[in-house]
């Protein structure tokens, strides 16, 4: 994890793209992995939270796909020699492939990076967290809650159970204890105005789970979202500062907890972007694979696939070498239009980092599913 800030502290302070490019390339030079990799092995979710696209009923006429092993093995020793952070699961549940664990197995002897999955965690059993600490599968389980208390969890999390969350947290929580590997337990937390202020009891959830870190992030809602924009913290700013400064302190005195969250808006100053398009280089190292083998790079879109292609011949495309030259040049405004990656992390004081209305996000434009302003199913 200190390994993990110190890289994401160092590219955040080079202000310019080619700098920061550069400094990928001297990298790779050296034999250093640069890659930050998500990979999803199956694109079907347990869930139906009410702020994903999950929830649309569209994406359950979606055909499932799980990747074959075989490929997923290919594509490992294809790119995680080079990979720094890999996350094994990007927009679904990664559990939901029932053989997950063999997938982690093969990127665990092959990446010699930061390895992580990020799930909701009702589908982990009592045996796979006592095999993924045994065997020392993971660096980090990342797993979302967006509520701690039952009447909260469920209504957000459609189709979930926050008796069933607790049991799993239970599990990790005795396997921390007992097996003594260092592996970080994060919790993910969407705030919107309906669970904001459950965050005041948060850091005794997290103490007695023990609970690494907790990363707190603002909802980013796009069509077909509409309904619930009023539920983003833009529209009630005063609730999140109040909230944030109630319970900053109690994590402040515990230093074995860490706390990751958005600015303040009392104390934004119209500077807060953590990487603005002008000068973002995601595009050369940031990809993400698909449970069906195509490969976007970054926001901007599909590159190939890895049933027709190699990884190196996907680099080496006269399509991807157009976009990098377009970017080293400074003319990004139309290749990054739709990217919602920086603009997540953006400046708050806008309402764009909030909402996107124009935005067709990457699930949905890849099933070409048509986005309307209309409430969501139940």
Known sequence: MFAKVIYRNIYNTIKSR??????????QLLGLPTYRINIDTINTCNLRCIMCYMSLEEMHQAKSEIMPIELFESIAKQTFHQTRFLELSCGFEPFMNKKFLDYVRIARKLCPGHISICTN??????????????????????ISIDGITEFTYNNIRVNGSFS???SVLNSIKKQKETSQKNIIVRIN??????????LKDIYDFVKNYQIDVLQLRHAKLTLPFAHLYNETLFFHQELYDFTIKTIRTQFEQDKS???????????SNNKTSVANKANCAYAFFNFIISSNG??????IGK??????????????????????QQLLKGDYQELCKECYIVSDIGDIQHKSTFIQEKLVPDRLRELKITIENKPIAP
């Open 18 to 27: 080619r700098l920061r490019v550069m400094a990928l390339k001297s990298m």
């Open 303 to 324: 590159i190939g696939n890895f049933h027709q292609q190699s990884f190196q011949e996907m680099l080496e495309s006269p399509a991807v070498k157009q976009i990098h």
């Open 257 to 267: 907890k860490t706390l990751i969250y958005p600015p303040l808006f009392a104390e």
């Open 189 to 198: 937390y969407t705030m919107m105005k309906s669970n904001i202020e459950e």
């Open 164 to 166: 069933k969350l607790l």
């Open 121 to 142: 965690g009702l589908l982990m059993k009592e045996q796979t967290v006592y095999e993924i600490f045994s065997e020392n599968l993971l660096d980090e389980i990342i």
């Open 294 to 299: 195509n490969v976007n790079m970054c926001s």
